[in-house]
């Protein structure tokens, strides 16, 4: 599978980003997906995950009530809307893959494809 980001980008802070992800993978609705981040000096970090049928998501404390990670099975897309931008946010995001993970434990460790990551940095 090849995920593809797009949408990072220079932000001020409480500014709003969508990023996007498109998989090449033509069972995408398969796949447990998920954005990661990692800033300079620090580890890759979970930031969102969606199950497979949408029905189940989850966020790190840091995003939660922020970001919305969502997905279009029909499109091999996947989605974070990011608003109420942070300063902190400031990082690479990868969008990644799980086959045969779930939601509720995909996480760095146990993802199995990853995108190449998009810059967003937020400004104060």
């Known amino acids: 599978v090849q995920l593809q980001a797009s949408g990072g980008g220079l932000v001020q802070a409480g500014g709003s980003l969508r990023l996007s992800c498109a998989a090449s993978?033509?069972?995408?609705?398969?796949?447990?997906m998920g954005w990661f981040r990692q800033a300079p000096g620090k580890e890759r970090e979970l930031v969102a995950i969606?199950?497979?049928?949408?029905?189940?998501?989850r966020y790190a404390d840091s995003v939660k009530g922020r970001f919305t990670i969502s997905r279009d099975n029909a499109k091999n897309t996947v989605f974070l809307h990011m608003n109420s931008l942070k300063p902190d946010d400031t990082a690479v995001y990868y969008c990644?893959?799980?086959?045969?993970?779930?939601?509720?434990?995909?996480?760095?460790?146990?993802?199995?494809?990853w995108g190449q990551g998009t810059q967003v940095t937020v400004s104060s």
């Open positions: 990644a893959a799980s086959v045969n993970g779930t939601a509720q434990t995909m996480g760095v460790t146990s993802t199995d494809y």
């Open positions: 993978a033509r069972t995408f609705s398969r796949y447990v």
């Open positions: 969606v199950s497979r049928s949408s029905a189940f998501t």
